[in-house]
């Protein structure tokens, strides 16, 4: 391997870090205490396990934390009247419906019922016309993460070839404004561009999101590149034992460890960046609602 590692979990660490001291200023010298509330709506084992290391790690930086776990047949204006209770508390600055939903329920309109201004996920209509159109906004947590390991691994992103691989709303879109943001020529690819490894091969910055395992190998990495890994895929490991599975990321690692100048390894990559920037976005919240100065460095 001749890749610098990017640590994504001790980056993540020192996130919650700046995020806990800002609270504590925010508790000391202005008597407001952030609070974030977070909703689950049945009981998807992935999402139970999120939900609870979000609460975990909300109350730990010495934030408020809310959770709302409601039954899987929860009716659609239950769940509207509950966000619509949030909206209007002002202990809540950040609000989090955790997805996927059960499949009554219109994701759009449950993601569209937060006010924008709480929307920590950054998923909110007005704030992806916002980020689009380069005004501030309330960010998407994984792109953001992303965006801040890039920014601290080369300071400047001016004038760098950056290939996002995947067109999703909750990572590939929002990234590609982030670094067009940030002056970087984009290209956004996909599982249909023709010629794809050719595409990624110019580039200095690869983003893979596009949720196939091990897709991206080493050679369609251009020699010196930086790689962010937003892959997080569980596949048959018979190696570990019968029906043992294990977690791989969107780019063949060893191959590309080897070509590219630096990478984020799967897991310990960006995944722990994607809470630490939800606790900094609710800390912007709190800022913007109270009419202070943001946090330096925990937004885009």
């Known amino acids: 391997m001749t890749a610098t590692l990017i640590d994504g979990k001790a980056f993540a660490a020192t996130v919650r870090g700046k995020v806990a ?3 504590t200023r925010l508790k000391d010298d202005h008597g407001i205490t952030p609070g974030l509330a977070v909703v689950l709506v049945g009981e998807d084992p992935a999402s139970q396990v999120y939900v609870r290391s979000k609460g975990k790690q909300t109350v730990e930086v010495g934030m408020n934390s809310y959770e709302y776990k409601l039954d899987a047949a929860t009716e659609e204006a239950d769940l509207l009247a509950l966000i619509d209770k949030l909206n209007n508390d002002p202990e809540v600055h950040g609000i989090l419906v955790q997805l996927p939903l059960p499949k009554h329920l219109d994701e759009d309109l449950v993601i569209n019922a937060s006010s924008p201004a709480k929307d920590v996920d950054g ?11 380069g005004q501030k906004s309330m960010v998407p947590c994984t792109p953001l993460g992303c965006l801040m390991m890039l920014r601290d691994h080369h300071g400047s992103l001016s004038g760098m070839d950056a290939v996002v691989i995947g067109r999703s709303n909750i990572v590939g879109k929002p990234m590609a404004q982030l670094l067009l943001g940030d002056s970087c020529t984009v290209t956004i690819a996909h599982s249909r561009t023709k010629n794809l490894a050719e595409v990624v091969r110019r580039a200095d910055i690869v983003v893979a999101a596009v949720g196939r395992p091990e897709m991206v190998p080493g050679d369609w990495i251009k020699p010196g590149a930086t790689v962010i890994d937003v892959g997080i895929n569980r596949i048959d490991a018979p190696e570990k034992g019968e029906g043992k599975t294990r977690l791989v990321g969107d780019c063949q690692f ?8 630096a990478i984020t390894p799967v897991p310990g990559g960006v995944g722990p960046m994607t809470i630490a920037c939800l606790l900094a976005n609710t800390v912007t919240a709190c800022c913007r609602a109270n009419d202070l100065a943001e946090p330096e460095g925990l937004t885009a």
């Open 21 to 23: 001291e800002h609270v």
């Open 123 to 133: 998923f909110h209509i007005s704030n992806v016309g916002l980020l689009g159109t």
């Open 254 to 261: 060893d191959s590309c460890a080897e070509v590219a100048g």
